[in-house]
């Protein structure tokens, strides 16, 4: 771990902040990144960027698993 990470808990206020930069599309694809591979933010906002960003690949990749069995299967053809 990098020894200019911030350890200390966030605040409210702070979460709030950084939830309400994240409700806002593709400023929020970029603060994602940003956040989850900076190496001198928060340690408590980048874990929750870095495991949102795993949660949306595990989604996507599931997504596709899907899309190309029915694809394949011939159920949906228009899905892909």
């Known amino acids: 771990m990098d020894?200019?990470?911030d350890t200390r808990p966030m605040?409210?206020?702070e979460w709030m902040l950084t939830l309400l930069?994240?409700?806002i599309p593709l400023v929020n694809?970029?603060?994602y990144l940003v956040w989850a591979f900076s190496g001198t933010g928060n340690v408590n906002r980048r874990n929750f960027?870095?495991?949102s960003i795993?949660?949306?690949l595990?989604?996507?990749g599931l997504w596709l698993a899907v899309a190309v069995l029915a694809a394949v299967a011939g159920v949906v053809t228009s899905l892909l």
């Open 11 to 13: 605040t409210v206020g």
């Open 29 to 31: 694809f970029v603060m």
């Open 21 to 23: 930069v994240l409700a």
């Open 54 to 56: 795993c949660w949306v």
């Open 3 to 5: 020894g200019h990470a």
């Open 49 to 51: 960027c870095r495991a």
């Open 58 to 60: 595990i989604i996507v």
